[in-house]
């Protein structure tokens, strides 16, 4: 049981041959290769069933350190490969005993697979965040030794600061919704994702938007120039844009 | 490696971040955000439900948007934390409720 392998799938591709992949190292530094079937390759490396098993991975699954190791290097590869040709990556932990398995699985989804690549081929995925500013301070409460009225002052200056609260945060909502529209003008396809928490990110303020845009090669520069210039027009937010992604959001096996 | 994309395109003068192409790794939260929760789902011979798993669920529901989701794909953990869940809450007060009588019954018989 101990020496049993399995194969651990990051990607499928099209276009490209097993010996693109030479050199590249996937989990626990096994060499990542392809297995060829029907037009479609599945990137895969070796994985210890100990490690990667039923029982291990309910075991490992808990340890944050272990689940940002293999989500950091399942990314890496899945990153190198969606640079060699058009791939659709695999959610975390997708797992086969041998080839053969792997093969009947690719031949079940093979004509949903191409659609996917389809649909992506020539695009990549940029991902622009936006954040309003931290909300302010909660006025400090009357002070005991104060005179009457200092605890209806207080609830005056408290009303007042989640009255403008609420309207800080219907602006933002607006401002997200703007620039999401914007931005899908010169995307193919567009999503927005749930806003991340900020335990996670460590971000400042609130994210008030986490989009996901499907850009062609051909137009990612008007898009950076989108980008910038809803950048500069709106100093009231902080924008963030990362990219190029290999197209995570996008390469879905149903039509989004 | 991020002067190229600097130079293309400039920091903006306010928080930098637009222009910052890929000066940095790519974020946690950025990282698990896809591969946890996006990316193709085709069953493996593995079956492990990424989130049947204690610890990951609460990391995973920080990703999560709305409870309605996060009980929608079984992460309901906080139904069964007595400070969360209206249900045990209830069960508390009527605990209260009970022991109150109790020493009502008893400081009247003293």
Redo the contacts between chains.
């Keep these: 049981m101990s020496a049993r392998t399995?194969r651990y799938?990051y990607a499928?591709a099209r276009g490209i041959t097993s010996n693109d992949l030479t050199g590249v190292t996937g989990l626990r530094d096994r060499p990542v290769r392809g297995v060829d079937h029907q037009g479609l390759t599945a990137v895969i490396s070796d994985v210890d069933?100990d490690e990667?098993?039923?029982e291990g991975?309910?075991r490992n699954?808990?340890?944050?350190d272990w689940?940002?190791e293999v989500?950091?290097t399942?990314?890496a590869v899945?990153r190198a490969v969606a640079a060699l040709a058009p791939a659709?990556?695999?959610?975390?932990?997708?797992?086969?005993?041998d080839d053969d398995?792997l093969r009947n699985?690719l031949d079940e989804?093979r004509d949903a697979?191409l659609r996917?690549l389809d649909r992506i081929e020539g695009r990549m995925e940029w991902?622009v965040k936006a954040f309003a500013p931290a909300d302010e301070p909660e006025p400090s409460p009357p002070d005991a030794t104060a005179g009457e009225g200092a605890g209806a002052a207080y609830l005056r200056r408290r009303k007042a600061a989640v009255e403008r609260q609420r309207a800080a945060g219907d602006e933002s909502a607006a401002l997200a919704d703007h620039l999401h529209l914007e931005l899908s003008r010169h995307a193919a396809a567009s999503r927005r994702?749930?806003?991340?928490?900020r335990?996670?990110?460590?971000h400042e303020g609130t994210m008030t938007l986490n989009g996901a845009y499907l850009v062609a090669t051909a137009d990612v520069e008007e898009f950076?120039a989108t980008?910038?210039e809803l950048?500069?027009s709106h100093?009231e937010a902080?924008?963030?844009?990362?990219?190029p992604?290999p197209p995570?959001?996008f390469?879905?096996?149903e039509d989004p | 490696m991020s002067q190229p994309t600097e130079a293309i395109y400039p920091r903006s003068q306010r928080s930098g971040d637009l222009s910052a192409i890929r000066p940095q790794p790519d974020s946690l939260a950025d990282v698990l955000e896809r591969v946890l929760d996006k990316g193709i789902v085709i069953a493996g011979d593995i079956r492990v439900n990424l989130l049947d798993i204690e610890l990951l669920t609460v990391k995973i529901r920080l990703l999560v948007a709305s409870v309605d989701k996060a009980a929608e794909i079984g992460i309901d953990w906080w139904k069964h934390d007595p400070s969360l869940s209206s249900s045990a809450r209830d069960e508390v007060l009527e605990e209260n409720e009970r022991l109150r009588r109790r020493i009502e019954a008893l400081e009247s018989e003293s």
């Excluded at chain 1, 699954?61 to 944050?64: P, T, V």
């Excluded at chain 1, 659709?88 to 005993?97: F, G, K, N, Q, S």
């Excluded at chain 1, 902080?238 to 990219?243: D, E, S, V, Y």
């Design positions: 399995g799938l499928v069933l990667f098993g039923t991975l309910r699954l808990e340890d944050l689940l940002e989500a950091r399942h990314h899945v659709a990556p695999l959610r975390l932990a997708t797992i086969y005993v398995a699985r989804w697979l996917a991902s994702l749930a806003p991340q928490d335990k996670l990110s460590g950076l980008a910038r950048d500069r100093p902080r924008i963030n844009l990362q990219g992604w995570y959001s390469a879905t096996l």
